[in-house]
């Protein structure tokens, strides 16, 4: 036998003697504050199972009034969301690259640099663009100029 598949055996041997209970609760949701929310009566119950400090989180926010399931281990006091029935925002953090969906937005950076604030310096500076031609300096269209106002008003509506 291989050593991992010994200590895959030995950790089903210790989980079969330290069995503990796990409790599912439905709830609803009174509040949400940071990574934490208050569930009917349970104050605190977290957003997060884990909660260790690490470079990367996945972190879903019920939304106020819906509907979610909470979990706690048998003998800790502490809760956790284990699944919602309404999405609020959600955010994804890896190092410092964060991706989040709020408010029917999505905002994507890295560390202080955001995608719509990349977008958007570029759809201004084509409107400011000197463009070098044969014949001198000139500039984009007044159309080419709509265009790129309408595509930076819809990048706006999409990024956050």
Same mark, same amino acid.
């Given at each position: 036998?291989?050593?991992?598949?010994?200590?895959?055996?030995?950790?089903?041997?210790?989980?079969?003697?330290?069995?503990?209970?796990?409790?599912?609760?439905?709830?609803?949701?009174?509040?949400?504050?940071?990574?934490?929310?208050?569930?009917?009566?349970?104050?605190?119950?977290?957003?997060?199972?884990?909660? =260790? !400090?690490?470079?990367?989180?996945?972190? $879903?926010?019920?939304?106020?009034?819906?509907? &979610?399931? %909470? @979990?706690? /281990?048998?003998? =800790? !006091?502490?809760?956790?969301?284990?699944? $919602?029935?309404?999405?609020?925002?959600?955010? &994804?953090? %890896? @190092?410092? /690259?964060?991706? =989040?969906?709020?408010?029917?937005?999505?905002?994507?950076?890295?560390?202080?640099?955001?995608?719509?604030? %990349?977008?958007?310096?570029?759809?201004?500076?084509?409107?400011?663009?000197?463009?070098?031609?044969?014949?001198?300096?000139?500039?984009?269209?007044?159309?080419?100029?709509?265009?790129?106002?309408?595509?930076?008003?819809?990048?706006?509506?999409?990024?956050?």
């Amino acid at each position: 036998m291989s050593e991992f598949e010994e200590m895959f055996k030995q950790a089903i041997h210790s989980s079969r003697k330290n069995k503990g209970k796990f409790t599912l609760t439905v709830g609803t949701v009174k509040a949400v504050e940071n990574d934490t929310c208050t569930v009917d009566y349970y104050e605190d119950v977290r957003l997060n199972a884990i909660i =260790e !400090d690490s470079k990367s989180q996945f972190t $879903v926010y019920p939304k106020v009034g819906s509907k &979610v399931v %909470i @979990g706690r /281990l048998e003998n =800790e !006091d502490n809760a956790f969301v284990v699944g $919602v029935s309404e999405i609020e925002k959600v955010t &994804v953090k %890896i @190092g410092d /690259l964060i991706f =989040e969906i709020n408010n029917g937005k999505f905002k994507i950076k890295s560390g202080s640099v955001s995608l719509k604030s %990349i977008l958007n310096d570029a759809f201004d500076q084509m409107n400011k663009a000197i463009i070098t031609t044969p014949s001198g300096p000139g500039q984009f269209s007044a159309a080419d100029k709509l265009v790129f106002k309408d595509l930076k008003q819809k990048t706006n509506q999409l990024l956050g």
